[in-house]
């Protein structure tokens, strides 16, 4: 029974060092800065609380003895921040942090009452000054409203600067496109690391996306595509970086049935020329999302799901030599 006891610990301790330690937080971002006073000296001890606005979730710290702060760990979202000492007016902010995103939020407190608050309007630097990465977020505005004829949410990594269309070349030799279809930094496709809420993506048996996830699903995600931290692994190329939605403090959803047909195109010029018919074709994609509250500021819910059916048949033709004899001309 002792062995028994102790062999459950140690595998309790290992599950728990492997999930606080060994795992980095890539689809999370962080918020720090400095608090200082009228006179520009810094103050440690004040109480700096992150409040998501959607879910009503909170993140409490304080200042150091150098007046510094970090709230890490913290899920892409748009936060109240607040700032409280005694003997000092609160300050209060909004900011917006985006997926694997670093801010840097200073505030400036000054004496007065603590019923008294100073509501900062203006949007701080969101310049990233904590590494050197260069990347672009796409938003969820972007992916709702953005063309998209698969709905396939990692069609719009073209979005980015520096992503190019992976050669129809290596499409064919490959059968299938690798990674999220395009070529990130000059890279190889399949030497792109997809990222899904803070999971490797990659199907490593031929380097395609492991798991697709539907359009309505997707909260934002971005894309890495120069000068990556090693906390992403097995990049090569670029990083893609999605994360999927989750409920807030408000039910919210969607009811979609995406329909294609050959019935709204037109024949091609080459079946036309050779008097071949019009080829079937009929994509249709049903689905649906809801999100919301269990408990509200506690506990939320969020559900997504799309089928794909797809049937098609068609004509094709390619033209042959003649058979025949070969008559070499004679001089």
């Known amino acids: 029974m002792r062995v028994r006891v102790m062999f459950i ?40 609380t992150a409040t998501a606005v959607s879910t009503g979730v909170v993140r409490t710290t304080t200042t150091d003895h150098d007046g510094k702060y970090v709230l890490a760990n913290l899920q892409p979202a748009s936060y109240d921040i607040k700032f409280q000492l005694a003997g000092f007016k609160g300050v209060g902010m909004k900011l917006q942090l985006q997926v ?86 000059g890279g190889r496709s399949s030497g792109t690391h997809i990222l899904l809420d803070g999971a490797s993506n990659n199907f490593e048996f031929d380097t395609t996306v492991g798991q697709h996830v539907p359009l309505d699903s997707v909260q934002e995600f971005s894309v890495v595509t120069n000068n990556f931290s090693s906390q992403y692994g097995r990049a090569t190329g670029g990083v893609v970086n999605l994360i999927t939605k989750s409920g807030t403090n408000s039910l919210i959803g969607t009811g979609y049935d995406f329909y294609r047909t050959e019935k709204f195109a037109t024949n091609s010029p080459d079946n036309i020329a050779n008097g071949v018919q019009k080829g079937h074709f009929t994509r249709n994609q049903p689905g649906y999302s809801l999100g919301g509250p269990i408990l509200k500021d506690k506990a939320h819910f969020f559900s997504s799901l799309e089928v794909i059916n797809i049937t098609s048949s068609s004509q094709a033709s390619s033209p042959a030599p003649p058979h025949g004899p070969r008559v070499w001309p004679t001089k």
């Open 9 to 48: 610990v140690s595998v309790m301790t290992l599950f728990a060092l492997a999930g606080g330690n060994a795992f980095a937080q890539t689809e999370t971002g962080r918020i720090g800065g400095t608090v200082t006073d009228q006179q520009g000296s810094v103050v440690p001890g004040v109480t700096v």
């Open 100 to 185: 694997g995103g670093s801010l840097s939020a200073d505030a400036k407190l000054e004496v007065g009452g603590t019923s008294e608050t100073v509501t900062v309007t203006a949007a701080p630097d969101v310049v990233n000054t904590s590494n050197s990465e260069v990347s672009t977020v796409v938003r969820e505005s972007e992916i709702r409203d953005m063309p998209n004829l698969e709905r396939n949410p990692y069609s719009l990594v073209q979005l980015s600067g520096n992503v190019q269309d992976t050669p129809i070349e290596e499409t064919l030799r490959n059968n299938v496109p690798r990674g999220v279809g395009f070529n990130v930094n």
